[in-house]
């Protein structure tokens, strides 16, 4: 794991449905996480949905969406009111019943399902916050949407201009993002860019053949605490 010194490392990314590994090793490893809320709602995408490990097998779990439109901002994007709320609860339940750390983590799990808004940016912000503190991370969070920033601006020049506000001097994003940044740009307002490779080990689950970049919720269900926060650590700093 390459070491950065910086003042302070910042990353940004849309918010998803009980995200995989890789994403809560960006989050612990940035001082500042900022949730890009602001930002057009994907269809098809992981804003939504993500896999689990069902009777040996992928399994897609997903929230249904009120009017899903790639025209609305993820923060004007609401559930649909007739979720599979139960359905999923039981699902999980199903699955993951005699996962070693089940009772645990399905406590909180079902707990984040029930929550009550309806507002899709909330609604996984509040997930987010609440598996920070299961994991113990303790990296600020914020909404893209409640920042102060240039509203005109686009991609690349939106992302810098929220590290220049933040007073990040570091930029991390997920290795999918390196076509998306310009290392000399970043540079010349002082920015340096890096990227994160997820490397994270296998863990057991059940007899199974090892399925890898599940929902964090397998993690979970499958290793303690102190097994996640040492997988949290399994990563590479790539430069662009």
């Known amino acids: ?19 995989y590994i890789g994403y809560w090793q960006l ?12 930002v057009n709602y994907i269809k098809s995408g992981w804003i939504n949905r993500n896999n689990i490990l069902y009777n040996r097998a992928v399994k897609r779990i997903n929230l249904y969406i009120r009017d899903a439109s790639q025209n609305r901002l993820i923060k004007d994007t609401h559930l649909a009111e007739n979720n599979n709320t139960e359905k999923l609860i039981r699902l999980i339940k199903d ?11 399905f406590n909180l799990l079902e707990r984040l399902l029930r929550c ?18 299961y994991l113990e991370i303790t990296t600020k969070i914020y909404l893209s949407s409640n920042l ?14 929220i590290c220049i506000n933040r007073g990040a001097d570091c930029y991390i994003n997920a290795i999918g993002g390196k076509e998306l940044y310009h290392k000399e740009i970043f540079e010349r ?16 689950q059940f007899e199974n053949l090892f399925v890898p970049d599940l929902s964090i919720i397998d993690v979970m269900m499958f290793n303690s605490v102190e097994e996640i926060q040492q997988l949290l650590t399994e990563f590479k700093l790539e430069n662009a």
């Open 95 to 105: 699955a993951y019943r005699k996962a070693p750390y089940f009772n645990e983590t």
């Open 116 to 133: 009550n808004n309806d507002n899709l940016s909330d609604f996984l912000k509040y997930q987010i916050e609440a598996i920070c503190e």
């Open 189 to 204: 307002y002082g920015i340096k860019l890096l990227f994160l490779r997820n490397i994270c080990s296998s863990y057991k």
């Open 148 to 161: 102060e920033k240039n509203r005109s601006l686009k991609g690349e020049e939106k992302i810098i201009d």
């Open 27 to 38: 989050l612990n490893a940035v001082d500042e996480y900022i949730i890009f809320d602001d």
């Open 1 to 19: 794991m390459e070491m950065v010194i910086a003042n302070k490392k910042i990353g940004i990314m849309q918010p998803y449905f009980f995200p």
